[in-house]
């Protein structure tokens, strides 16, 4: 087998696997100081992706333990977040306190 080919099987078997999560179950836009839309909900296992559509920098911070949270997000940035258990997690945004949202998580 030519040598070419042979460094060449192993993007070939891995051709098409972009090891990319799954599309997520809610999808949340950070608007003008505003979470859109504001409460969601997802299955245990599911994701939440909220991205930054504003010109501001923007956190998703958990409300009961806010040592959770994203990094600074700029604009056009993303935060992904997976559910583990059932219950209601409330977030808000470090910087801009007054914005709040739900993420209700079902079995």
Known sequence: MPRALLLLLPLLATAGCTGAPP???AEVR???F???PQNVTVHVGESVLWTNAGQSGHTVTETRDPTQTSSALGPGATFRFVARAVGTQEYFCQPHPWMRGNVTVQA
Do not use: K, R
Request: proline letters at 11%; zero cysteines.
């Open 30 to 32: 950070i608007v003008d």
């Open 23 to 25: 599309s997520p179950a």
């Open 34 to 36: 505003a979470f859109e």
